[in-house]
């Protein structure tokens, strides 16, 4: 059998897209599950649109995906003289001719024809020249498009997900394959890349499909092997539209720092269009490699469910190691300048790790242990306006601050003693323990939601809960 050799092609004009993220998963599922490689070109022959900042982040975005190729990455760019003399050989070999058809020529001839309300199709003028107005023109110096004559027939291709398709040739213009600036276009570029790279496999969006007869047509006519092609599902989001970065992030890169982590990610994404046996929706990568078919990959759109990915994410967050979590959320918090916590241990690696085991059963991404559990790691400078008028009574705040002055005289700071010595004295001084944790917890956080008010004293320990709870009572 063949070596499966697949590639994954973006340009580099825009950070790498979730989109973009889920075919580079495809290619790389595919090449792990058949022994292949996975390989990465950048299309960066658009000098305007590429950008090599967007190259290196498109890099990143996969090398945190785990996604790195498994041979030197190959730079389009650097291929366009052989583009061009590939082009030349279809010239040489009849297959595609000169067009000298202006800019304002083509415009004239594209009004024309919608004014007769017909589809636009180049009349083959240039085609249809003398060799020697043809050869004049050349030895002018008159500009020239190079387009493919593409052949009358059927082009027919075998679709791994979409079956047999295929395209009457009379819909298919000759296409330019060479731009009067002498710029080869994509359709060149793509298929003589993918004969040079050896590519078995092509492996893309949807949104791709239509180029397919154009490529296929060029193969032919190069006697070059056609690879197989497989075409991937649109993704949409809920309300069924193209992902727009209007209603959620579009960028790998805003999901890492949203804080979702990269192997959740790469399991969703895996989700959109591949659906594993027994429909898990939350599969480890090697299992995923094991199951992964395009048997397996519907035709038919997917959705980016946002509340699934926030699903995903917190189930892996359950089972991750602590401590990586753990150096996530300090990276965070060093991020947003909160490393000046009045908790001293907050270096210590230890006291994230606690109150990322407080937490974890409650947030979906890393930056929600930050954002929900602030008070961890600052002390509350205001309290909740509301909390304050609903608990801070005058009958309970005699009673709360005995409470608070005899917390001192305890040793044992756990959490299960911390709730024997306050149920004991909120019966001894007649008041619901409620009433008393209410305040305790307003204090501490600063709001009036929070994990079990014991363990978050343990966790926060003596010197800090005691702190808070002067610094409450002074204000
Ligand atoms: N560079 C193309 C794109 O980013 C992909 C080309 C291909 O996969 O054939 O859409």
Known sequence: MKEVRVRFAPSPTGFLHVGGARTAIFNWLFARNKGGKFLLRIEDTDPERSKSELSEQILRSMHWLGLDPDEEIVYQALNINRHISVVDELVKLGKAYYAFESQEELDQMRK?????KQQFKYNRASLNLSIETVRKYLDEGKPYAVRFKVPDGITEFNDIVHGKTAFNNLEIDDFVILRSDGSPVYQIAVVVDDHDMKISHVIRGDDHLSNTPKQVLLYNALGWEVPEFAHLPMILDEQKKKLSKRRNPVSVEE???????????FNFLTLLGFAPEGNKEVISKEETINEFSFERVNKSSAVFDMKKLGWINSEYLKVSDPLVIAELVLNKLREMNLTDFDNSSIENLTYVENVISLMKERVS???D??????????APATYDEKGLHKYWNIEIQPVFKKYASELGLINDWTSAELEEHLRDFAEKHNVKAGQLIHILRLSLTGITISPGIFELLQVLGKRSSINRIHEFLKK
């Open 365 to 367: 991404t890393v930056n």
């Open 112 to 116: 024309d024809s919608l004014a007769n």
């Open 369 to 378: 242990f930050v954002e929900f559990g602030k008070y961890f790691f600052v």
């Open 255 to 265: 999901y890492k720092e949203k804080g979702y982590l990269a192997d959740a990610l």
